[in-house]
Structure formats: structure tokens, C-alpha cells
């Protein structure tokens, strides 16, 4: 089947540690991303993406490649899906110092067009991601996540 | 930021960015279709889209693979709909004290 891919980008004002550190560390995330991501990030062990208040787990996968603070590849799926190779797609975050700043690419590959998850990561990505480098360069995590938050 | 406005303040531009959200990674060559222009102009129209990180773009061999990027429209969204959201609370809290303030203050 062919699957399908998205490429995001953004500049975030920040070192590249710093970037790392908000993806890994499950305090620094639940700030910006309202989840949290549970791993010892190191090539074959597993990582959850964790709601942090009810505790229940929304994606599941494996660390394929950590290279801090510039690389990691993991494999993304429901907990349900885990270890089905045909609804298991794939998310490469890379971390390139740009003057001051930092590029941040986050390509999600091997998705089933059409899907639930094609659907939900096409949102959930830019909001990530946008409200990521707001909180890196003010401090601030965006309304928008209280917001979806009160109206779930 | 001014240069998302630029970007989007063309037709072209924003027909090429709607070609991207109904298909992603396409080339230039998959582009230039359905598009009536040269392929220079084409070219043109996606460095300005880069330039303002609308598009991103992945290299695989000789070919160039374009995706719609909406992080930056997302920033823009964030940002005034959060102060359009503010106004209106104002405003209507200021009603709220209006018609209270007449029997209370």
C-alpha cells in the first residue's frame, strides 16, 4: 500500500538541547503538549505518549534512533496497533542550529492515507509545534491547549 | 511573520499551497501541472513559499518534494485569534459592568 508523509518545520529560538530536552522530558512536554512522552530513549526500547492526568497512554512505539540534541527516530501507533507493522507509522525529529536559532523537522512518514491517525497528526503536529516555540521563547505554553482542554 | 503575509497575498501562490494540502510531497514537475505558467514561474512562486517556510521541502536523489508546512499559519491563528477572543471578552465584560453598574455601582 502506498503510504503517505508530512513534513513540518519551524524555527525556535532556543539551543538545541533545550528543544530536546521539551520532547523528552515528561515535565518540560506536559507544559506545551499536554502529554507527556515516557521512554529511556535509546535505540530499541519503547516510548508512550501519556496523558499525564488520567494516566492513559495515546500512542505507543520503539526508539529506532536517539542522537542527542540532533536526531530521533521512533515508530508511532495506538497501544491497540502496537506491533502491527500496517498501522505503524514513523516520526523523525531533526535538530539543526541555524545562526541563533534552531530548525526543528519533524517529517511523520508511513502513514495509511486516509486514516484516523493521517487525520489527527495533520492537526496535532502545527498545534505541537507552534505552541512548542511560543513556550521555548516566552515562557508561555498557547490558550489554544487550555482551551481544547475545557471543551474535550 | 511579514513574509507569510507576502507569501499568502497571492492567488498563485495560495493555489500551489491548496495542490500541497491535497497531496503531499509533490515535485516540480507534478506542480507545474494544471498550473498555466512556465516552470520558471512555478519555481519562482515555491522560493517565495520556502522563504517564508510554508513549504518544506525534502531531496530524494535529483528530485525535490514539496509539503505544505502550516506551522507558520498556525503561529498567525494563535496569535490573533487569541487577541480577537480578548476583545471580545472586553467588550463584553465592559456591557456586563453597563448594565449591572446602572443598579449596582
Known amino acids: ?152 | 511573520m511579514d513574509l507569510v503575509f507576502k507569501a499568502l497575498a497571492d492567488p498563485t501562490r495560495r493555489k500551489l499551497l491548496d495542490r500541497l494540502h491535497g497531496k503531499s510531497g509533490l515535485t516540480l514537475t507534478e506542480l507545474c501541472e494544471q498550473m498555466d505558467m512556465t516552470r520558471q514561474a512555478v519555481t519562482q512562486h515555491l522560493a517565495v513559499l520556502e522563504e517564508a517556510n510554508l513549504v518544506s521541502v525534502v531531496w530524494r536523489g535529483r528530485e525535490k518534494h514539496h509539503y505544505l508546512n502550516p506551522v507558520p499559519i498556525h503561529e498567525i491563528y494563535d496569535r490573533w485569534v487569541k487577541k480577537f477572543e480578548r476583545t471580545s471578552l472586553r467588550t463584553l465584560n465592559q456591557l456586563k459592568k453597563r448594565l449591572e453598574g446602572e443598579s449596582h455601582d
Do not use: C
Not at chain 1, 494516566?55 to 536517539?66: N, P, R
Not at chain 1, 502513514?111 to 491517525?117: T, Y
Open chain 1, 1 to 152: 500500500m502506498t503510504r503517505t508523509e508530512y513534513v513540518y518545520v519551524t524555527y525556535i529560538s532556543a539551543t538545541p538541547q533545550r528543544i530536546w530536552d521539551a520532547i523528552v522530558q515528561p515535565e518540560f512536554a506536559r507544559q506545551y503538549w499536554q502529554h507527556e512522552n515516557i521512554s529511556e530513549w535509546k535505540p530499541g526500547s519503547g516510548w508512550k505518549h501519556r496523558d499525564p492526568e488520567s494516566g492513559e497512554i495515546k500512542i505507543a512505539g520503539k526508539i529506532l534512533e536517539a542522537i542527542p540534541p540532533k536526531r530521533l527516530v521512533l515508530t508511532w501507533a495506538y497501544p491497540k496497533d502496537e506491533g502491527n507493522a500496517g498501522e505503524t507509522s514513523r516520526v523523525t525529529f531533526e535538530l539543526e542550529p541555524i545562526d541563533s536559532m534552531v530548525r526543528l523537522t519533524v517529517t511523520h512518514d508511513e502513514l495509511v492515507p486516509g486514516s484516523n491517525m493521517e487525520k489527527g497528526i495533520k492537526q496535532g503536529w502545527p498545534r505541537v509545534l507552534s505552541s512548542l516555540k511560543t513556550f521555548l521563547e516566552t515562557g508561555k505554553p498557547l490558550p489554544t491547549w487550555s482551551k481544547a482542554k475545557a471543551s474535550a
